[in-house]
């Protein structure tokens, strides 16, 4: 049979190489601790759904027909009113500012082909990222320029800018000052920001405000969107649930485009995603655990030689001895903790890794004990 050759080049091809396939070696060494692998490289949630979320995605569980994309006035109204509450907002129109998502990094990696952006134009990231920010923009065929200011970005105009407060994978907090300096920046040249905010209920040392806020954004949310999830939170990872709020116009071509191309979330999720958005006390109580394993582990770090930046809030903590990321997350294989290397994040990233906090108690406590028998 002849070989015929390829008329179209994938689209992997022009993709970076997925970051944790290239852990496979590390992975291994970890493997092989005599006490088993502690995996702190993935923000992964552990512990159990709360209860009450539980029961609301079965009580939903008999709903036969189709979701609507745009969602339930339920759910959308939970979202405002819990951004309102938790963060201090500004009021939000639920019929017209506000969108559940399959979960936030499907929206991230489909926002500027949902968009309407293309090769002409420009996303700006921060230089040290999530990932998907980066692969969203090369799936649309955008340029990418890293930034974290707009004196960066010079006499560039472009289309969309990521903002990420609190940072993954660093965990630092830009301030009101900040965000209101990029606000009014974009505001001046048309620029859309997406200000992505899942970990702003999450911050361990001051306060982390929202693009929304309205010493933000001065009560208005033209150009602006915040996106936000139940991952970290509310520990529903498994249920894919996010949702996109700010300027009714952008919400708004993101609704008609995603309704064609059938982007709905789950009845049952939405119900249950609502239920979670009403109650602040799941909430409250999963924040205790994680700040009680970041000291735990925190300490153990910095008796071990490690040295922790920025980490003011979020589900990581920013660690560098100051070696190539590559050579300590080897070091911490080797005690059987794995680590994501800082290199994932950016060129700027080097020479950290970033270190999950989405362990088990117990494993958790194991890690903290291996490294307070080490010296760096």
């Not at 088993?36 to 759904?49: A, E, F, H, K």
């Not at 890794?353 to 406590?365: G, N, P, Q």
Request: charged share 20%; with cysteine; hydrophobic share 40%.
């Amino acid at each position: 049979m002849p070989n015929v050759p390829r008329t179209r080049t994938p689209v992997a091809a022009g993709l970076p190489v997925f970051p944790w396939d290239t852990l496979a070696e590390v992975r291994d060494l970890a493997d092989h601790h005599p006490d088993g692998i502690i995996d702190l490289s993935v923000g992964t949630p552990v512990d159990n759904v709360d209860p009450l979320i539980q029961s609301a995605l079965e009580e939903s569980a008999e709903v036969a027909g189709y979701p609507q994309t745009i969602g339930t006035e339920d759910v959308r109204q939970a979202c405002a009113d819990a951004l309102t509450r938790r963060y201090g907002t500004i009021d939000l129109d639920p019929a017209t500012q506000v969108l559940p998502v399959i979960g936030t990094k499907e929206l991230i990696a489909w926002l500027p082909t949902l968009l309407g952006l293309g090769e002409k134009h420009t996303v700006v990231i921060p230089e040290i990222a999530y990932p998907t920010y980066e692969v969203g923009a090369l799936l649309a065929g955008c340029s990418v320029v890293r930034a974290d200011g707009t004196a960066q970005v010079g006499p560039l105009t472009p289309t969309l800018m990521y903002l990420n407060s609190p940072s993954n994978p660093t965990g630092k907090v830009l301030p009101v000052e900040h965000l209101r300096k990029v606000v009014d920046w974009a505001r001046e040249r048309g620029v859309i920001i997406a200000s992505d905010e899942c970990y702003l209920g999450l911050c361990w040392e001051g306060t982390a405000p929202s693009i929304l806020d309205p010493e933000v954004c001065g009560g208005d949310t033209r150009n602006l969107l915040a996106i936000h999830s139940l991952s970290k939170t509310s520990n529903m990872a498994s249920y894919r649930s996010g949702f996109v709020v700010g300027d009714p116009e952008l919400v708004g071509e993101l609704l008609a485009v995603r309704k064609h191309a059938g982007l709905m979330m789950p009845t049952v999720v939405q119900h249950a995603s609502a239920a979670a958005l009403r109650d602040d006390r799941h909430a409250a109580e999963q924040y205790d655990r994680y700040r009680h394993r970041r000291d735990m582990l925190k300490t153990a770090l910095e008796s071990a030689g490690i040295q922790i930046d920025e980490s003011a809030a979020g589900l990581y903590l920013w660690a560098t001895n100051g070696t190539p990321c590559r050579e300590l997350t080897h070091w911490f294989a080797e005690r059987g903790i794995l680590v994501a290397p800082g290199e994932f994040y950016g060129p700027r990233g080097g020479e950290h890794v970033r270190i999950a906090l989405t362990a088990s108690d117990e494993r958790i406590a194991a890690a903290c004990s291996r490294l307070r028998a080490e010296t760096v």
